[in-house]
């Protein structure tokens, strides 16, 4: 028997976010329209985003941070099999411990790294160059969450663990930056990354139905299916918002 696919990895997701390659070129195209010669990637994952940008901006120098080595190791060899890893250097860390300032900065799902979405963009307005840009993805409301439907999201959700799009925009405005587009993740966009995330681990189980690991990853996997859609599908959202800083 063969061993299962590790469960959460992202192998057949392109970004570990509810992102379309449309919409990731569109972003990526407007972060190169500013022409950065630096660009930083806090919690990069497996630094697709990154990547795609230097290649838009043959002439930028890139760095991605992230705490999750195997993302960090993907990322060093996507770097190498597109010749890129002359420009781009990929280090496993914190991201709150870089504080040069670039041209470009990425910060896609993981304002975490910084602490709430306030502390984030405060702290990346002090990361990003004036007349530089801040790309910046964050989880919001898309509608007030019911209380079942939070019952039935994360242990312990709660209406304070987001705001909707129109504050976390305030919020950034508050931070110094002026809104260049603000977009969100459509139900497609989710959709693909929900179950892109679990769709090799369910096709390995109707190949594996028994043997050691089956009953438990069937758990885990109810439990990621369940979560989505009776809790967060429709209602948690993801905005992205392209920012400048003035020059
Ligand atoms: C939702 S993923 C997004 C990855 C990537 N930005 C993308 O869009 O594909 C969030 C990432 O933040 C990383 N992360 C979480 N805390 C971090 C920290 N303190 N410093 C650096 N990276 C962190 C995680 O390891 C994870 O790879």
């Known amino acids: 028997m063969t061993e299962p696919p590790a469960l959460g990895a992202g192998d057949r997701l392109d970004f570990a976010n509810p992102l379309s390659a449309d919409r990731a070129d569109r972003m990526v195209a407007r972060l190169a329209a500013a ?101 910046f993805g964050a989880e919001v409301w898309t509608v007030p969450p019911s209380p079942e439907r939070l019952a039935h999201m994360w242990a312990g959700a709660s209406t304070d663990d987001c705001v909707d799009l129109a504050t976390l925009a305030d919020q950034a405005v508050a931070a110094g930056f002026r809104l260049l587009r603000v977009e969100t993740a459509t139900l497609d966009e989710w959709d693909a990354f929900e179950f892109g995330l679990t769709e090799d681990v369910e096709e390995w189980l109707l190949a594996n139905p028994t043997g050691p690991h089956a009953a438990g990853l069937r758990s885990e996997l109810d439990g990621m299916h369940h979560r989505y859609l009776h809790g967060t599908r429709g209602v948690l959202g993801l905005a992205y918002l392209t920012l400048g800083r003035r020059g």
């Open 35 to 135: 022409r950065p010669s630096t660009v930083v990637d806090y919690g990069c994952g497996w630094g697709e985003l990154l990547l795609r940008v230097l290649d838009r901006c043959p002439r930028a120098r890139g760095t991605g941070l992230d705490v999750h080595g195997p993302d960090i190791e993907r990322a060093r060899r996507a770097a190498r099999d597109r010749g890129l890893d002359g420009r781009v250097e990929f280090v496993e860390g914190s991201a709150a411990d870089h504080r040069t300032p670039a041209d470009a900065v990425i910060s896609l799902g993981a304002y975490q790294a910084f602490g709430t979405t306030v502390e984030a963009l405060e702290a990346l307005a002090g990361r990003v160059k004036p007349g530089g840009r801040l790309l």
